[in-house]
């Protein structure tokens, strides 16, 4: 069945460092995939998404490619700061259920 | 435009009880989920409508019920609640065109004893 995996966290940062969180799916057909981040004591929102093959995503520095032939969408960032602390959830859209298939989550911790 | 609203923002129950968390939206979206939250698991779907009148069972569906009387509101009932029940819900709802793209609530943070 459709799945994601995702690296484990903590993943712990120094502002400005450079940020990558793997994220690699197993799908049948060409799912839609997404970065969703939760912010402490919120939510889900909508980071970014990307919907065929070689797209990608992009939104407040945040970016991910939709890589068909290593079946990933890794989330990369410049430069992180500290208002980036958060939890990111990769998933995709499993259209038969009209379900979305997320992975555990990586906690991101940015210090001064 | 509130979005999608849930009710309440934190409730504790105790084995046995039975409560229903609401779920709204103004956004006029066919599309509606609910998800729970678990540490190191992700979300996973617990039912889902794609219009009112019309639902169905996600992955964890056992001891929750659902109905869809409108298009705005969701509720998600909890017949006899358990300690496995205790978890973070939130309700998400999507546009039938772009169904994927979904918005998600702020949650209810459930405590059962």
């Known amino acids: 069945g459709n799945s994601v995996t995702q690296m484990e966290g903590p993943v712990t940062l120094s502002e400005e460092a450079f940020l990558t969180i793997n994220c690699t799916y197993t799908?049948?057909?060409?799912?839609?995939l997404f970065w969703y981040v939760q912010y402490p004591g919120e939510g889900l929102q909508l980071l970014l998404k990307a919907t065929k093959a070689d797209d990608k995503g992009s939104n407040k520095g945040f970016e991910a490619t939709y890589r068909k032939e290593t079946t990933s969408f890794h989330l990369e960032k410049g430069s992180v700061q500290v208002s980036d602390s958060a939890v990111y959830f990769c998933a995709l859209f499993s259209g038969g259920y009209n379900k979305l298939i997320f992975g555990a989550g990586t906690r991101l911790a940015v210090h001064p | 435009n509130a979005g999608v609203t849930q009710t309440p923002k934190f409730q504790v129950l105790k084995t046995g009880q039975s409560m229903t968390l609401q779920c709204a939206q103004d956004m006029n979206h066919e599309y509606m989920s609910w998800y729970r939250q678990d540490p190191g698991m992700g979300l996973r779907l617990i039912h889902y409508?794609?219009?009112?009148?019309?639902?169905d069972q996600g992955e964890v569906p056992n001891g929750y019920n659902v109905s869809r009387s409108t298009t705005e509101d969701f509720p998600l009932r909890l017949l006899s609640a358990a300690p496995s029940q205790t978890s973070v819900y939130f309700c998400?709802?999507?546009?039938?065109?772009?169904?994927?793209?979904?918005?998600f609530g702020p949650g209810t943070r459930l405590l059962v004893l």
């Open positions: 409508s794609v219009g009112a009148g019309i639902t």
């Open positions: 799908a049948t057909g060409y799912p839609s």
């Open positions: 998400a709802s999507s546009h039938r065109q772009g169904r994927e793209t979904q918005y």
